[in-house]
């Protein structure tokens, strides 16, 4: 199977980017014990806003993609974003891989 990509962009509320950097964290770890087909999931922050933050996932298949959204420990986690943390909601686009 060939791994895809994705890159997540999400605009958090002013002032609540220690809240959307702790509970991500929590998201990571979720993630990295439960979902064995998510080979990357890296959070940055964008230097000239700080509100915008940006999700680089990498899945071994479209399979592994799809079973990171349905997870249980990925819901549970992603539930603490809620609340007034976000601004927007994600913008999730494909990317290709080159090389």
Same mark, same amino acid.
């Given at each position: 199977?060939?791994?895809?990509?994705?890159?997540?962009?999400?605009?958090?509320?002013?002032?609540?980017? +220690?809240?959307?950097?702790?509970?991500?964290? *929590?998201?990571?770890? /979720?993630? @990295? !014990?439960?979902?064995? #087909?998510?080979?990357?999931?890296?959070?940055?922050?964008?230097?000239?806003?700080?509100?915008?933050?940006?999700?680089?996932?990498?899945?071994?298949?479209?399979? +592994?993609?799809?079973?990171?959204?349905?997870? *249980?420990?990925?819901? /549970?986690? @992603? !539930?603490?974003?809620? #609340?007034?943390?976000?601004?927007?909601?994600?913008?999730?686009?494909?990317?290709?891989?080159?090389?």
């Amino acid at each position: 199977m060939m791994k895809v990509g994705y890159m997540a962009t999400l605009k958090v509320a002013d002032g609540k980017q +220690a809240d959307f950097e702790a509970a991500f964290a *929590e998201m990571q770890k /979720a993630v @990295a !014990a439960d979902e064995p #087909g998510t080979l990357q999931y890296d959070l940055m922050q964008d230097e000239a806003d700080p509100t915008i933050y940006r999700v680089f996932e990498i899945y071994e298949s479209e399979e +592994a993609r799809k079973a990171h959204g349905r997870s *249980e420990a990925f819901g /549970a986690a @992603a !539930a603490p974003l809620g #609340g007034g943390v976000m601004a927007a909601a994600p913008d999730v686009v494909p990317v290709k891989f080159i090389s």
